[in-house]
């Protein structure tokens, strides 16, 4: 059975620190693109950040570019999202995602696709993270 487990998240203060961890398994990150993902109350889910398995790029959308870091551990089949400077906007669910890209092979789905359009495979189950003014 495939899952992603998440953990992380919290009330934290502006300007304050988060690391949210996401761990696979079913599967391994192999030919995956994997990625985190939020939804802020009354919005729809965006992506922030993806990182493709086949070169290692990492991709962040301008909100969070400079104070968020995605990264994996292959080995142990789990990725990260490093939050730092949080503002109140960060408010919001946060998922982890993976995209089977063996799958879209042909199809011409890029990392930048995948955070906008939300191609997502496998889904974390969320995480709150709060951010007080």
């Known amino acids: 059975e495939v899952q992603l487990v998440q953990s992380g998240g919290g009330l934290v203060q502006a300007g304050g620190s988060l690391r949210l961890t996401c761990a696979a398994s079913g599967f391994t990150f192999d030919d995956y693109a994997i990625g985190w993902f939020r939804q802020a109350p009354g919005q729809d889910r965006e992506g922030i950040s993806c990182i493709s398995s086949s070169d290692g790029t990492a991709y962040y959308t301008d909100s969070v570019k400079g104070r968020f870091t995605i990264s994996s551990d292959n080995a142990k089949n789990t990725m990260y999202l490093q939050m730092n400077s949080l503002k109140p906007e960060d408010t919001a669910v946060y998922y982890c995602?993976?995209?089977?890209?063996?799958?879209?092979?042909?199809?011409?789905?890029?990392?930048?696709?995948?955070?906008?359009?939300?191609?997502?495979?496998?889904w974390g189950q969320g995480t709150q993270v709060s951010v007080s003014s």
């Open positions: 995602g993976a995209t089977d890209m063996k799958r879209l092979a042909g199809y011409g789905v890029t990392i930048p696709t995948i955070l906008q359009e939300l191609v997502v495979h496998y």
